[in-house]
């Protein structure tokens, strides 16, 4: 194991536990997950090789600090205006759900 890696699998453990204490360091632990993962740069290897979702467990352990913090539900603005840009938003991410999910076309490329 070179000391890079040492680093990494440090980085990731103070951080892992960090989430747990203030779910803003869930964005840097998945980032570490997600731009310094060992098994894409030169300097290591995968602790296993087989397991290749260490984004996936970035993004769990981040979902899941942000659930048990309690901040989790976000007012709707009484302004009109940033009510509606709201709205929009959320019409526009379930177009986008929907257009994936229905209009792909090889579902199994589109449910992978």
Do not use: K
């Not at 570490?32 to 984004?55: C, D, I, K």
């Not at 309690?70 to 257009?99: D, E, H, K, Y």
């Amino acid at each position: 194991m070179s000391l890079t890696l040492a680093c990494f699998l440090l980085a990731f453990v103070v951080l892992a536990v960090l989430t747990f204490y203030r779910p803003v360091f869930g964005v840097s632990f998945y980032l570490l997950t997600f731009f310094a993962h060992p098994g894409y740069w030169w300097w290591g290897e995968p602790v296993n090789a087989s397991f290749q979702r260490w984004n996936l467990v970035g993004g769990i352990f981040l979902l899941g600090a942000v659930v048990l913090s309690g901040r989790l539900s976000i007012p709707f603005s009484g302004n009109a205006l940033i009510r509606r840009i709201q709205w929009a938003a959320i019409a526009m991410a379930i177009n986008a759900t929907l257009v994936h999910l229905l209009l792909a076309p090889d579902m199994t490329i589109s449910e992978g």
